[in-house]
């Protein structure tokens, strides 16, 4: 029970789910994502979308290849969804997974749903010089020469798993905030801060609705707004 499930008083608190239901729900698979930074797909059909009911019905929709995640047919109810991921129910608009302003996972209609966000969070020099870039996905490109920075976004096709566009983490750039207090807000990029000591944070400034705010630094995620 334990290695399968989770109990609802330990779920990530952006999870919909009431810890009063029933004491355990379902725990996600091992993935790129954190167990706070994800939501299995079976709980998104469940509680979010409200499509079923019972474990028997998430399995019959799995088993009948009705459910995409990127873009590829999902069979495991566990499989953890992270953020900008799309899901696609058929007969059902293709959807986004983001934050609202209550640090809750919730699904907006996807603009783009073939385009995905992914951040640039490392990058190393592999034996025979090429260059390995990694993604806050897990997705990881190995190049010859490459023009990416750590923060900067790469917008992913989705049919074809090639890069589109680079969108620089820079002055003026519109992020989105995956962390700390200001979690969901979209803002300008100000300012970065680079902090003195190694056991402090590097900060930004950025700007929502005419206001300045300051979180850290690895919060911000560069967003195209015409897509998310």
Known sequence: MVNN???????????????????????????PHAIQECIPVGLLLRNT?????????????????????????????????????????ENEKPRRLLLDENN??????????????????????????????????????ILDKDNYSVN???????????PLKTLKFEKNAKVYLTGGKHKGLTGTLEETKIQSSKTKFDKISFKHEKKLYETQKDYAFVIDEEII
Request: aromatic share 6%; hydrophobic share 40%; glycine share 4%.
């Open 152 to 162: 900067d976004t790469v917008l992913f096709d989705l049919k074809t798993n090639k």
């Open 5 to 31: 499930h989770l109990c609802r008083n330990l779920a990530p608190k952006a999870w919909p789910i009431s810890i009063k239901e029933t004491k355990w729900t379902i725990k996600p698979s091992s993935g």
């Open 49 to 89: 979308l409200k499509l079923i009911k019972t474990a028997r019905e998430t399995r019959n929709i799995l088993q009948r290849k009705l459910v995409k995640v990127n873009n590829k047919i999902v069979h495991d109810q566990k499989l953890p969804l992270g953020l900008f991921d799309i899901i696609e129910i």
């Open 104 to 141: 809750k996972f919730i699904l907006v209609e996807a603009k783009h749903p073939n385009i995905k966000p992914s951040k640039v969070i490392g990058k190393r020099i592999m034996k025979n010089k090429k260059i390995q870039i990694n993604f806050s996905d897990g997705k990881n490109l």
